[in-house]
């Protein structure tokens, strides 16, 4: 359900804070804007499917316990007419942009994981859908909301961890590994605007997609054992600003 802040149309308090998270209705995307939300940030979640992204925004109002507005825009990342729509709802929604959470990305669809696949069994939809969402979506979501963003703020890539190389998920593999190279020359692109840029690897994360396609490794125990939230940081990315 898509509602307007409205906030060009009244006195906008000067502390106050806004949010945009890709990827936002499951998973990570999730509890990141749980985790925006109380602290007191206006969001902006977006993601494919319009009925799952409605329930996420209600989830997010009730753990949080925020009483903020939540804008929600359902959008097909792949489809550049839509990422046209979408930043132009949140010109129109806000004036102001203090965080951008790219989360969104592609390693399976609604049946099987693009895992253990050697790369020319992929399909070209499959490549080119995983490239979208994971690297260009988030290259023209970031052109197109830097003027809002002010000194201060922030750009997030979420990126994997691939511990055992790229063999059998290149496409996956080489759209984060593109993001991560994204983010370190966006630290050095907006370094004297302010705007601070991170990358962040979560590694084995025990989320819904995560329990339906890698059964084999055993439990939640494996995974929150294995989750070790890496930040990039020196000596990896010496030029990357942080948080």
């Not at 804008?71 to 951008?100: G, H, M, S, W, Y």
């Not at 970031?142 to 809002?148: E, K, S």
Request: proline share 5%; net charge positive; with cysteine.
């Amino acid at each position: 359900m898509y509602h307007r802040f409205c906030l060009k149309k009244r006195h906008m308090k000067s502390n106050t804070k806004f949010a945009l998270i890709t990827g936002a209705s499951s998973d990570i995307g999730k509890s990141i804007a749980i985790t925006l939300a109380q602290n007191g940030y206006n969001l902006i979640l977006t993601s494919k499917t319009t009925g799952e992204l409605t329930q996420a925004a209600g989830e997010v109002s009730r753990v949080s316990g925020s009483s903020e507005p939540i804008l929600t825009i359902p959008t097909d990342l792949t489809n550049l007419k839509e990422i046209q729509k979408l930043t132009d709802q949140v010109k129109l929604a806000t004036p102001r942009l203090d965080v951008l959470v790219n989360v969104a990305g592609v390693y399976h669809d609604g049946s099987k994981a693009f895992y253990k696949i050697d790369y020319d069994k992929y399909s070209t939809s499959q490549v080119l859908t995983t490239m979208a969402v994971g690297l260009t979506a988030p290259m023209l979501l970031i052109h197109a909301l830097i003027p809002l963003m002010p000194p201060g703020s922030r750009i997030m890539n979420i990126s994997g961890t691939f511990e055992g190389g790229a063999k059998g998920w290149l496409p996956y593999y080489v759209s984060k590994k593109a993001l991560e190279d994204l983010t370190i020359g966006l630290s050095q692109e907006l370094k004297d605007k302010g705007i601070l840029v991170n990358c962040i690897s979560p590694s084995d994360t025990y989320t819904a997609s995560y329990s339906k396609f890698f059964r084999s490794l055993p439990t939640q125990a494996h995974a929150l054992y294995q989750n070790k939230w890496r930040t990039w940081q020196k000596p990896y990315f010496p030029k990357m600003r942080m948080l």
